[in-house]
């Protein structure tokens, strides 16, 4: 066995299939402001175009330099758009303008820049990602402090937090970085000179940033960034190439996010880690009962902190535990093959600290639990800022909740005392600890921990004014009594506590069996649903209730333009155009945009795209009306499994109408086939009669006796005949077929049309003895020509596969609302199994050869003729069981008497 | 046949192969032909020679059918027979509306054309010099005294049924629409009135011991008029 040859590894190759299309990303990277990224950009954008590239400067800041101003000229400059923004016009990137120009390159300064809200993304670096998407190559600068995974530690390095950052998955997609490098001391003297542009507002703070010791720190980050980057090429190229080498292994790296100020700096430090390691990383948070009780700033920290995640690179999961958090991590870890757990130190601070006596923390049992695994415990400085607004809420909030707590232990524990008091005298003072207990626990159910506490508290102190000596005092003397009263309070605060654990799982239980049965109702209504409308219907609606929000599905109409299905609870009259801007981008680019993302986050409506596994179909569209909301796992949970249901239902109905469409399309092709075989055969039969007797005729040179002449013109005109019927037959089919029969009706003497029908047949019928039983009476309401045709179908049938000599025989029958007409014959009979059948298009009956020829047309036409009537035909053995009756069930005609005659 | 000269017959037909064997056919039934291929150069024909009939294909190539009725009409009461196919029958009822006067559906025996021909020239001679007596085989008509045997044996019609019978009679072997039967016996409010004349033929057939499964008098041409056969 040779060995394998070292194949390119797919993924890799198939990365850089994916950059081909795209226009190249070439990033300038300093350490600090004023290194001379700018006018390095500046500089290779004149020697592209020297190169004979067609440059554009889509936006530069020049700060006022004038070397900078001075590369500028000659360059093709492309104005910027003007937006008002708190009553100021912000010159901004003009994204479209650059699109449309579509230059070759473009400059574009500024990676990690916040565009003003009401553009198009909220970010430029998303906007630099569009203009590469469309084929441009760009130019651009960024700092390493907007780095967004080196956030933390140039904060730690400066004092300082840039808030505009660029994620570094998105850093990674450049095709060169180049680092404009400049000695610390270098950049002092530049900055001395004002050659460096400070923004005003940094003031006091950019000071201590551009301390020599910060540069220096600031630089070497820089550096090696750069040198990792140098690091990725090689590994990269080493990969695509099948070059043999130290790969690393499917190792993975999972962090836990439970403290929600801290979890963000947690997540930086993992995809740190993770990027040293070179390995893939996930972001967890699990969600417990607990995780009901906490505030929506904590809750929206952590949902922030699972966002930030996935802009680095990372992968963000949300998990749900009942209770043990901790085993639910580590089953989770071993199956995503994690070999490295991150987790945070809890902060023992505030509640925290009262809780860790009752519970012991996730993280030791995660420590304890993970005995495989590389654990990181990180001790991370909490960097949730808290907004004043935001604390006055939260604590309005709070003492409601706290009010109405203390207000229900208040009654609680007054209706316990009213309770015990009759009782103190007749049982153990132990024994009335009970009935607080019981009020304790009913408090823990309600308010949970804290209201237990509180509860136990009260409990504590009203049975011991009460109930122990010296009464109404809290002071206490027996020995016995304090031992009582602390066992009262453990046994207090042990209930409470399981009760608001018990509230919590209940609460949790509930929540997830409403989830579970929505779901499951969804599921059914679907199953259930034959239109494409009533599925995505189901959609709306169960996106609606279960989110709390209104909801649309937008889809694509025949020109492409996305439009409004269906919407819960109704389709919107009108949408914002920034609405319809943003579905239209979540469309194409099979992504979130609108409110709560990065993609025009100003437009008041989510759109998450709605995709099966092949393509994008629609938009879903959801609108909160509490703003907060925005797109957490929880929510994409609930819209993926939404869109599973979906795809899978759409998928299902186009299967059925393809199989539909496939049934159609062989039976209308075993109909063309039986029309094509039909017409070929029963055109020719006749004819090759007719020639043949009439060449006879024509090349007659007088030895034909007479009879044989009479004979031979006898053949040829019954075969003509039986031509002219055929095709009448095919005509009559034809407009059956396209319902263009136009019924003249009028009440006729069914005697009348049988004589007609006779007289037409009067030669194929000559061999048989034709027995007629039509009263004169009986009418029909009917168009007598086509009734007439249906007629002499049934009797040309009768006629051909009758032995000759055999009696035809016609008879009809009346009830005066009906008509039967009966022709029966003493032929071979149709088969039982047949006797339906035989009315189809083309259908025989097979019965061997020798058998006269049949179109399948006749009696097909027959039914269709009589149904077009409102009658009825069919076919049933003879009356002694011998040959066939067909029986044709038409209207009757009421009799008419007035005959406008005046004798 | 006892028409010294031969009846001068327009045929109207753009079918190469019809107007050929019209030309065979015709002359051995005592007529002379003269043929046009379109409308136009037809009704050319019919001013310039002034025929005893025209036979007038419905589907021509270059006009209307009716069209070619109507602009006959307008200055000849030549007897005009049109040829028709069997689904064209709201076609055939214009032309008739028009002005023609009887029609024979494609394909057609040449022996039922011939017929159709004599009974509209014979109608139109007859018309000259108005018979007080009609005779259709076993059936006999005396429009004076308003009688009518069958084979000798007098039936008794109401006054509507001897009018429809005495039309049909005189017309013997040419049809007569509904329309022109319910005109001339009911009059013009009536046109519509067809079951007067459904029941009215089926009392006839009735008192001349007509069967309608296989007529010996009254022939139906279904949705168009009836006729009596010659």
């Known amino acids: 066995m040779s060995p394998e040859p070292d194949r390119p590894d797919p993924d890799a190759l198939l990365a850089e299939a994916r950059k081909a299309g795209r226009g190249r990303l070439k990033v300038f990277l300093g350490a600090a402001p004023g290194v001379g990224k700018t006018y390095a950009m500046l500089e290779e954008a004149r020697a592209r175009r020297t190169a004979g590239v067609e440059v554009v400067v889509a936006l530069v800041e020049t700060h006022g330099r004038p070397e900078t101003a001075a590369l500028l000229e000659g360059l093709e400059q492309l104005p910027r758009r003007e937006l008002p923004y708190k009553g100021r016009l912000i010159a901004e990137l003009d994204l479209d303008a650059l699109l449309a120009r579509r230059p070759q390159l473009a400059l574009i300064d500024e990676f990690a820049h916040t565009n003003v809200p009401g553009s198009r993304h909220a970010k430029r670096w998303q906007d630099i990602m569009e203009v590469l998407d469309a084929g441009i190559d760009v130019v651009t600068t960024v700092n390493i402090q907007h780095v967004e995974s080196l956030n933390d530690v140039v904060a730690s390095i400066t004092g300082v937090r840039v808030q505009e950052t660029v994620p570094d998955d998105v850093l990674a997609r450049a095709d060169d970085i180049e680092l404009i490098d400049l000695t610390p001391e270098a950049l002092a003297e530049r900055l001395k000179e004002g050659k460096v542009y ?50 690393p292994t499917q190792d993975r790296l999972l962090v836990c996010l439970s403290d929600a100020p801290t979890a963000k700096t947690l997540v930086r430090a993992a995809r740190r880690m993770a990027d040293r390691a070179r390995i893939p990383w996930i972001a967890v948070t699990v969600l417990t009962p607990r995780h009901e009780s906490l505030g929506g700033e904590a809750r929206e920290n952590l949902r922030a902190a699972l966002r930030l995640a996935e802009t680095l690179g990372g992968e963000a999961v949300q998990l749900h535990a009942e209770s043990d958090v901790a085993a639910e991590l580590l089953a989770y870890a071993r199956k995503r093959n994690v070999t490295r757990l991150v987790i945070g130190r809890p902060r023992t601070a505030g509640w925290g600290v009262v809780a860790r006596w009752f519970r012991e923390p996730v993280f030791r049992r995660l420590i304890d639990g993970a ?39 208040a009654a609680v524990i007054t209706i316990a005392t009213a309770v015990a008091w009759p009782l103190w005298r007749l049982v153990p003072l132990g024994s009335l600890a009970v009935v607080y207990l019981f009020g304790v626990l009913l408090i823990g159910m309600r308010h949970g921990l804290a209201g237990a506490l509180i509860g136990a508290v009260a409990g504590f102190l009203a049975y011991n004014f009460f109930f122990t000596r010296p009464y109404f005092t809290f002071a206490v003397e027996q020995e016995e009594a304090i031992a009582a009263l602390l066992v009262f309070l453990v046994s207090a605060v042990f209930t409470g506590t399981l009760a608001s654990r018990l509230k919590m799982q209940v609460e949790s239980m509930r929540a997830s069996q409403r989830r579970t049965e929505t779901l499951y109702d969804f599921a059914r209504k679907i199953a259930s649903a034959t239109k494409a409308d009533d599925v995505l219907w189901a959609a709306a609606a169960h996106i609606a209730t279960t989110l709390n929000c209104r909801s649309l599905i937008l889809m694509p109409d025949p020109d492409g333009r996305l439009e409004q299905v269906q919407g819960h609870p109704s389709i919107e009259e009108s949408l914002d155009p920034r609405d319809e801007m943003a579905a239209q981008w979540a469309f194409t680019r099979n992504e979130p945009a609108g409110a709560g993302t990065d993609t025009l986050p100003t437009a008041p409506w989510l759109f998450v795209p709605l995709a099966t596994a092949k393509n994008v179909i629609g938009v879903v569209g959801v609108w909160f009306r509490d703003r907060s909301q925005t797109l957490d796992p929880e929510t994409r949970r609930l819209l993926t499994a939404v869109e599973d249901q979906v795809a899978v239902a759409v998928e299902r109905l186009k299967l059925t109408a393809d199989l539909e469409a496939s049934r159609l399309e062989a039976e209308s092709e075993k109909l063309r086939a039986a029309l094509l075989n039909s017409v070929s055969h029963d055109l020719r039969t ?113 006629a051909k596969y009758a032995p000759p000599g055999t009696p035809v025989r016609i008879a009809a029958t009346t009830n005066g609302a009906i008509v039967t007409l009966t022709i029966a014959d003493r032929g071979p009979g149709i088969p039982p199994e047949d006797s339906e059948r035989v009315f189809d298009l083309f259908y025989r009956v097979r019965q061997g050869d020798g058998q006269p020829a049949g179109t399948g047309l006749g009696l097909a036409i027959v039914r269709g003729l009589v149904e077009a009537h409102g009658g009825e035909v069919k076919a049933r053995p003879g009356e002694d069981g011998r040959g066939t009756a067909i029986e044709l069930i038409l209207p009757a005609a009421l009799p008419e008497t007035d005959t406008g005659d005046f004798p | ?36 291929d379109r409308g136009r150069t037809g009704i050319e024909l019919a001013a310039t020679t002034a025929p005893d009939l025209v036979l007038l294909d419905l589907g021509l190539p270059d006009m209307d059918g009716k069209a070619v009725v109507a602009a006959i009409r307008e200055w000849s009461q030549v007897p005009i027979l049109v040829l028709s196919v069997r689904d064209a029958e709201a076609e055939k009822i214009a032309a008739l509306d028009a002005g023609a006067d009887d029609y024979v559906t494609k394909p057609f025996a040449t022996g039922e054309l011939m017929a159709r021909l004599r009974a509209l020239l014979r109608s139109r001679r007859a018309g000259a010099g108005d018979s007080p007596v009609l005779q259709a085989g076993r059936l006999r008509i005396d429009l004076a005294r308003r009688v009518v045997t069958v084979a000798g044996a007098e039936v008794k019609l109401t006054r509507k049924e001897f009018d429809v019978l005495a039309l049909l009679a005189r017309h013997a072997g040419r049809l007569v629409t509904h329309k022109q039967l319910l005109t001339a016996v009911w009059g013009p409010a009536h046109v519509q009135d067809t079951h007067y004349l459904r029941i009215a033929i089926g009392h006839i057939r009735d008192k001349l011991g007509d069967d309608a499964g296989a007529p010996e008098f009254v022939v139906t041409e279904p949705g168009v008029g009836y006729r009596l056969a010659p």
């Open chain 1, 686 to 798: 006749p004819l090759v009669s007719v020639i043949g007797a009439l060449t006879g005729l024509a090349d007659d040179d007088g030895s034909l006796d007479p009879e044989d002449r009479r004979e031979l013109l006898a053949t040829a005109l019954d075969e003509a005949r039986r031509l002219d019927r055929f095709v009448q037959n095919l005509l009559d089919m034809t407009r059956l077929g396209y319902g263009a029969l136009t019924l003249r009706r009028a009440p006729v003497a069914l005697r009348e049309i049988v004589g007609r029908a006779r007289a037409d047949l009067a030669r194929p019928l000559a061999g048989h003895p034709v027995e007629v039983d039509v009263p004169r009476d009986i009418h029909v309401d009917v168009d007598p020509v086509l009734i007439g045709q249906a007629v002499i179908n049934v009797l040309e049938n009768a």
């Open chain 1, 371 to 409: 005995g495989d695994f590389e654990v990181t415990v990180v001790t991370p400085k909490s960097e949730a800022r808290r907004r004043k607004p935001a604390v006055a809420a939260v604590l309005a909030r709070r003492w409601r909740a706290w009010g109405q707590a203390a207000f229900e232990t």
């Open chain 2, 1 to 36: 046949m006892t028409e010294a000269v031969a009846a001068r017959v327009l045929v109207i037909e753009d079918e190469v192969a019809i107007r050929r064997f019209l030309r065979i056919a015709l002359p051995s039934g005592g007529f002379a032909v003269a043929e046009a």
């Open chain 1, 198 to 247: 400070v923004p005003d507002q940094a003031g006091l703070a950019l000071d201590n940033f551009f301390s020599k010791g910060n540069l220096t720190a600031l630089r070497e980050l820089a550096l090696r960034t750069a040198a990792s980057r140098v690091d990725a090429d090689v590994l990269a190229w080493m990969r695509s190439h099948g070059v043999r080498g130290p790969w």
